[in-house]
Structure formats: structure tokens, C-alpha cells
């Protein structure tokens, strides 16, 4: 742990000087046309919710004030999305105050402000990759149940990576989404593999079979021994620290949704809420799945987008997935599973 280096910031939402935010909505291409002519994934009955799925990415940040609901908090009301708070009754009530002093009209100006929750964010470098490309993890929130997420551990799927950054925005914009949760994204897990736009990391490993699985096989493919590779061990760390209660990895190109361990209830909460089918593909040696899901129990999701999707704008993309990542979010694992 000592080797590790942290690099935080607190953002409080809202804030585009943070680095991080800055980074996430200048990676994303304000593409407003649907890419439909490009062929679509098959929608299976499946319709895209816009209100549900529209990111609306710099317009919520940009009306994100970086000012805690306190006084709701306090007085036991839900402090959720903006509203008529108590600011704006007691405004109202100076208004009509004939004895109200002359700083009275800048007060209620101050006061009249819609008021929204924060949710903290934090951003932390958790590794480097072989070639020294750091591992970001961002912690979004501060409740119980952990929620982790992770794309581009393949390098060339890494049409994950632009879902999860609206996923973050998503949130931060819509913090209720967050009661009693922390999500923990890791967008690139593979930033070596990303750049040369291969699978395997720098060493042509496939990180994706490096973990310390009970059907592990050791092999230069995937690794002499298990988490022989710098990135999965980021990865393992970073659920040995956050413990999360479920965990969806996203992938390319095979067009469901997949599953290790008690997933099959979330599996199907996920598929129902976009275009892909509920398909079991089977544990493979030493990747993630088979570790977290089988041998460590924890409910497990590789999202498989279709292979077409590298080609999709993010816009498109999160009209069509971004919902079953917020339904993830929202899910809670029944006992009887
Ligand atoms: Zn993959």
C-alpha cells in the first residue's frame, strides 16, 4: 500500500475547474446527431428512454451549485433535486416585510438560489500500467453499498469508457441516484492496451486472465502467476478496498449480458433495460468473473457490447446502455438468490 500513489480531489459537483470533470466533458464530442444509419444494435422489443437516459452532460453541470442541502438535511426532508426550499420561503416572507432593511433585496437574491445536494467525488491514481500510464479509480459518493464498475480492460473494447464517463456525470448531476451508495469507476484498466489498441496490456498479457482465480491457468498469455500484471493487481486492490457488493465489467463484442456468480437476478434487471439478452457464456480461466463472481461471491456483470459499438458516438451509446448501468446502480441483490 505504501507504493501507492494517491493523487486526491475533493470535487464538490458542479465545479468544472476540477480536473477530472473538466477531462470528462472535454472527452466527450458534442455529436448531436444519432449515428441510426450506422446500424444499431437489435432492440428486442427494447425502446430507449430518453428522459431516463439523456445525459445532458454540460447542462448539468453547469446548473450543479456546489452547495450542500444542510438546512433540508436538517430538517428531515429529502435534499434531492433543486426546489422551493426554505431560502425561497423566507425570501418571500422579507418580501413582504415593509421593515426589511436596505441589504434586503441582495439577501433574497442570495437566498432565492436553487439549492441541490452535493455528492462527494473523489479521484485517485491506484497503479500505473507497464508503460507507466496511471490506473484512475474515482469514487463518487460515500454510501454503504459499493458499487464497482471498470471498462477498457481489453484494449480494444474500449467503447465502455465514454458510458462510464457519462455514467459519472449522470450521477453527479442526479445525486438521489446515489442514496446509500458509493460508485466506484475505473474507466481504463488497460490504458496501455487502449493506446496501441490491442487486447493484451504492454507485455501482451491478457489482463482478463491474470487474477487468482480457482481455475487459474499460468502462461505468457495470461501471466507466469496470478496478477503477474500491474494493472490487475490495481484491480484487485481495489476490491480488496472497496468491497464492492456488485460489480459490472464492460466489454466488446458479443452482445449480452454475462454473468459470474449470484448475478443472474442483476443480469436480467440490466438486459431488461436495454438491448441486450441475458446470455451465460461460461467462467474463463483466471478472469475477473471467475475470481470475483465464482471464487469470491460477489455478483458479477460482464456487459458485452455489440461489436459495432467502437464505431457508435458516445451520445448514441449511452441512449441505448446508459440505462441498464443506472438500473445497476439502482439494484439492491434479493436474499433469495
Ligand atoms: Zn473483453
Not at 154 to 177: I, K, Q, R, S
Not at 273 to 282: A, D, N
Request: charged content about 20%.
Amino acid at each position: 500500500m505504501t507504493d501507492r500513489e494517491f493523487v486526491r480531489h475533493k470535487v464538490a459537483e458542479g465545479r468544472p475547474a476540477s480536473g477530472a470533470l473538466l477531462a470528462a466533458s472535454v472527452s466527450l464530442p458534442a455529436v448531436a446527431v444519432f449515428l441510426f444509419t450506422m446500424g444499431g444494435p437489435p432492440t428486442r422489443g427494447w425502446v430507449p428512454q430518453a428522459q431516463d437516459a439523456s445525459p445532458s452532460v454540460r447542462e448539468s453541470v453547469s446548473t450543479v451549485h456546489d452547495k450542500s442541502d444542510t438546512d433540508a438535511e436538517a430538517a428531515g426532508r429529502s435534499p434531492t433535486r433543486p426546489s422551493r426550499t426554505n431560502h425561497a420561503v423566507q425570501a418571500e416572507h422579507l418580501t413582504d416585510n415593509p421593515t426589511a432593511d436596505s441589504n434586503a433585496a441582495s439577501d433574497i437574491a442570495e437566498k432565492t438560489e436553487p439549492v441541490v445536494r452535493s455528492v462527494s467525488s473523489v479521484e485517485t491514481v491506484v497503479g500505473h500500467s507497464v508503460e507507466e500510464r496511471p490506473i484512475v479509480c474515482r469514487r463518487i459518493g460515500d454510501g454503504e453499498y459499493v458499487v464497482l464498475m471498470m471498462a477498457s480492460i481489453h484494449g480494444n473494447e474500449a467503447a465502455g469508457t465514454p458510458l462510464l464517463n457519462d455514467l459519472a456525470e449522470h450521477v453527479v448531476a442526479n445525486p438521489e441516484l446515489l442514496d446509500g451508495v458509493t460508485l466506484v469507476l475505473m474507466p481504463v484498466v488497460n490504458p496501455d492496451g487502449v493506446e496501441s489498441g490491442k487486447r493484451y496490456n504492454a507485455r501482451g498479457v491478457d489482463l482478463n486472465r491474470n487474477f487468482p482465480a480457482e481455475n487459474r491457468q499460468n502462461s505468457s498469455r495470461y501471466g507466469l502467476n496470478a496478477l503477474s500484471e500491474p494493472e490487475a493487481l490495481a484491480i484487485y486492490q481495489v476490491i480488496n478496498d472497496t468491497l464492492p457488493n456488485h460489480i459490472v465489467t464492460l466489454h466488446e463484442p458479443l452482445q449480452c449480458v454475462d454473468y459470474d456468480g449470484p448475478a443472474k437476478e442483476l443480469a436480467k434487471v440490466m438486459s431488461d433495460h436495454c438491448p441486450l439478452p441475458v446470455k451465460k457464456l461460461g467462467s474463463r480461466p483466471g478472469s475477473l468473473g471467475s475470481y470475483a463472481g465464482v471464487t469470491l461471491g460477489i455478483p458479477t456483470i460482464t456487459f458485452e457490447l455489440p461489436r459495432n459499438a467502437a464505431g457508435q458516438s458516445p451520445k448514441f451509446l449511452w441512449r441505448f446502455y446508459g440505462e441498464a448501468l443506472i438500473k445497476a446502480i439502482l439494484y439492491r441483490r434479493s436474499e433469495c438468490e
